[in-house]
């Protein structure tokens, strides 16, 4: 069975969906989610991508096609690393 394919904001690679991460708008506030409802935005596990989503101005505001409170880099990867939501 083939898994799902979804894009990396930050390389825009495209990967099978379980080797991303998938972001969330909650009342306007990022979080990590992988099985919230709705429209998600996805990035590679990786520094490398997590520091090209934070240079691009508005990416997951784009993404999620909502206005999106902004993350920092050290948030992001913390975040990712322990997977737990804000």
């Known amino acids: 069975m083939r898994m799902p394919l979804r894009t990396c904001l930050g390389c825009r690679r ?3 969906k379980n080797g991303l991460v998938r ?21 590679c596990p990786s520094e490398k991508c997590v520091q090209a989503v ?18 920092g880099f050290d948030e992001l990867l913390r975040l990712i690393k322990s997977g737990n939501a804000p």
Do not use: H, N
Not at 23 to 43: I, Q, T
Not at 54 to 71: G, I, W
């Open 54 to 71: 934070c240079s691009k101005k508005e990416a997951f505001s784009r993404a999620l096609k909502t206005k999106t409170a902004f993350v």
């Open 14 to 16: 495209v990967s099978e």
């Open 23 to 43: 972001f969330v708008s909650r009342e306007g506030v990022l979080a990590l989610d992988s099985y919230a409802p709705g429209r998600g935005a996805y990035l």
